[in-house]
């Protein structure tokens, strides 16, 4: 190989010594062709020095790299979190706030407000009794329940697993709860127009 | 679900089989068990029917709700109505004082049409109009058969049943058969019920039990004693009974204990709420 190399070199050189002879030689001429541009400056200039157009790579990637930087942009504007929903019942409207609005309400006697401890107290401890009897009656309940259980399990294994299982048809259940008055048989309710104004937001 | 395929030739395809063979073993298991248990099992259903309309208030929840309300009154704002209340009246003040000036008035169009106090005399007549079903009527609280009675309190359903010799009132109930759960024999005991009830079973396992043993002469090896479990059911619709002249009666739990047995009554009391 490198014989072959030595060789074309040699060529080379040997041309190019050729050429020059030959451009020496023309310079015994007056003229000088402007079309015989030395070929020295034919091989070195500008448009042979540059690489063969690369675009197909360069673009897709930049364009790419503008489309990123657009995303994490709008990512960053998407991160602020999402407005809180205003609880409507927290905030006092100014309606109430009115001064014009305020109730002139009578100064309380002593017996009044000493009344009105009295039956605050007495109150709460109604209250207790009766929590404390709701309290006794359901541990009795479940007492009764463990009892009925603990019996049936002696009795059969089958029936006390079967009675262990839960009853998935239960639920949902819905019962309607007392009223003031009892309802009245056939009666035709009137239709009730309103119109709802309640304010819905969306997040 | 796993299907398997036996060699046998009449086994055919058969589904769960682990479970089926484990369903098996449990059955002899449990025949071998009942065999051997000496009592005799009977469910009975406790149908109630929930209040209908709220109580009346204790003397102190009374005095409670009127000073409650007294103070609400006091630490409120008046309202656009009590407003309106005042302007007319303060306007019809002013037009009855002698030198009264309607040019001075800031007039709005209307003003006479509708005063608030018009309004609300139009809609205390509109509910004077109205009426409501009574809330309680005496002569429906004193007929025990009825499902209306009482409707401020839970109503237990009670049934003449023959037991051994005699008639007692109870609980509705029949005999445990095999192959059913404790809960569909109370449900068959509320459908054998002459008035045909409809009613919601809350879950699967009984709320209590009642065993008593027979009088000596009649027990033998296999039957010493019966073991009745109660289920609590939840009455859906009160509409009347098929057949009136059935032996039912609806009673409070105040009133249980004039009909059931003093040991039954123990018992049952205790799953019984009052509330």
């Known amino acids: 190989m490198t014989l072959a190399l030595s060789r074309s070199l040699c060529k080379v050189l040997s041309r190019q010594t050729a050429s020059s002879s030959f451009v020496l030689g023309e310079h015994h001429h007056a003229v000088q062709s402007p079309w015989f ?10 448009p042979l020095r540059a690489e063969p157009k690369k675009r197909k790579k360069v673009d897709p990637r930049r364009e790419q790299m503008a489309r990123e930087r657009l995303k994490k942009k709008l990512k960053k504007l998407e991160r602020v979190p999402p407005e809180l929903i205003p609880i409507e019942d927290f905030m006092t409207p100014n309606k109430c706030l009115d001064e014009t609005r305020e109730r002139s ?16 107290k007495e109150w709460s401890r109604y209250k207790q009794k009766q929590h404390k009897a709701e309290v006794q009656a359901l541990e009795l309940v479940l007492e ?21 299982k839960p009853d998935t048809l239960l639920f949902p259940f819905v019962h309607e709860g007392p009223v003031y ?20 937001y969306t997040q | 679900m796993r299907l398997s395929r036996t ?24 025949v071998t068990e009942r065999a051997s248990s000496p009592w005799t099992l009977m469910a009975a259903v406790c149908l109630q029917r929930l209040p209908v309309i709220s109580a009346d208030c204790n003397p102190i929840e009374q005095q409670f709700k ?24 303060e306007r019809m003040r002013r037009k009855q004082a002698d030198d009264y000036d309607s040019d001075e008035e800031e007039g709005r169009d209307g003003q006479e049409i509708m005063l608030a106090q018009d309004l609300e005399d139009a809609w205390e007549q509109k509910l004077k109009s109205f009426q409501p079903a009574p809330r309680a009527r005496a002569d429906v609280d004193k007929d025990l058969t009825s499902a209306q009675r009482c409707l401020a309190e839970t109503l237990v359903l009670l049934a003449e049943q023959q037991v051994g010799k005699e008639k007692l009132w109870l609980l509705p109930q029949t005999q445990w058969q095999e192959g059913e759960t404790l809960r569909q024999t109370a449900e068959r005991a509320l ?81 019984v709420l009052g509330v």
């Open chain 1, 37 to 46: 541009a030395p070929v020295m400056t034919l091989k070195t200039s500008a």
């Open chain 1, 105 to 120: 309400s009578p100064k309380l006697s002593f017996e009044e407000s000493e009344g009105r401890a009295l039956l605050l």
């Open chain 1, 144 to 164: 009764a329940q463990r009892e009925a259980l603990e019996e049936l399990k002696l009795e059969s294994e089958e029936l006390y697993q079967a009675a262990l």
């Open chain 1, 181 to 200: 008055t009892p309802p009245i048989p056939k009666y035709d309710a009137p239709d009730g127009k309103y119109n709802d104004v309640t304010k819905v």
């Open chain 2, 7 to 30: 060699a046998v030739g009449n086994a055919g395809i058969r589904q769960f089989s682990t479970a089926s063979v484990c369903r098996a073993t449990l059955q002899a298991k449990s």
């Open chain 2, 66 to 89: 009127d000073m409650i309300l007294q103070m609400e009154l006091e630490k409120s704002v008046l309202s656009d109505h009590e407003l309106q209340l005042l302007e007319d009246a």
């Open chain 2, 191 to 271: 459908d054998s019920l002459p008035a045909g009830y409809k009613a919601t079973f809350l879950g699967n396992a009984p709320c209590g039990v009642y065993k008593y043993k027979l009088p000596k002469a009649i027990r033998t090896e296999n039957t010493v004693g019966t073991k009745v479990f109660f289920f609590k059911a939840i009455l859906s619709d009160s509409a009347p009974p098929k057949a009136p002249k059935a032996p039912l009666l609806w009673l409070t739990k105040s009133e249980l204990q004039r009909y059931l047995k003093p040991a039954y009554m123990m018992k049952v009391d205790r799953f």
